[in-house]
């Protein structure tokens, strides 16, 4: 297995401005920061983006720029998954149109429906997409979890290429374990990534690698190279960015710590409101913030043509 034979998708926020546009230079330098990390993908739109936070021009032009400031450097994902059928293909619409690679689905909220009804729905926005489309089983989120005989019955879906799986590990593992034909599990446990590259797995995605996709890309290289110690290292420093976006805010400390590295814009949509000012000087204290602020603060570079 080669240094390249790996995933690893960034998923990334959505920088606004005081009106609550896209803030463009933000999303530039942060998209560039991913691809300049060694991400070999990125997700806009997903979980991090706020997606259902966002106004459907702006949703537009994030997936459209996102596509622009990448140019072919790696796979462009979109998050389209909304309460209900309808607004979901729209999303899968809007996608399309911004040419992204491919389209990640969550299960709908608000409503609960069985997993027949979901198999329906998966289905149906898979017949109707044009973008090979991927699962997205986040239940803390949307209070519906996907079993593992609706995975394997979607699977054989030609359009539906794979899921990204924010479960337990022993669920992801009997997904891994099932072997799907053409079908990508595709792991979200940022905690967890060196004890999965450790048996072999290689495909992973989450929302707090864009805060430090060179961290993340480093874990792979140490796992590659035999170090399980120094993968295990910075594995560590991705569970301590974790704990402090829980503790203080997901979204405010995750724009707090961007804004700090040099990534203009708010990644906080409104209802949330930035970090006051304590507890943003208590997150820029801590250590590994300041470890990653020292290594990787950047000056936002002009808007590509």
Known sequence: MTVQDYTLICAIGTPLTAQDELHVEGLEVHVHDQWEGGATGILAGGTMGAMQLLTDEVYSQLLHHAVRFSRGQGEVMAGIGDTSLARTNERARTAAEAKVDAVVVLCPFFIKFSQEQLIDYFVAVADRSRLPTYLYD??????????????ARLSEHPNIVGIKCSREVNFIRRLIEMDLPKFKVIAAQAELVDMFLGHGYRRHLDGVFSLAPAWAREIFRAADAGDSDGAARVQRRFSKLLAILKHYGVFPTFSAILNARGVPGSFAP????????????????????????????????????
């Open 138 to 151: 986040l239940p803390a989120m949307t209070g519906t979890a996907l079993e593992l005989e609706t995975v």
């Open 270 to 305: 409104a209802p949330y409101s930035p970090l006051e000012s304590d507890a943003r000087e208590q997150v820029m204290r801590e250590p590994v913030v300041l470890e990653l602020i020292e290594r990787y603060s950047m000056s936002p570079s002009p808007l590509q043509g």
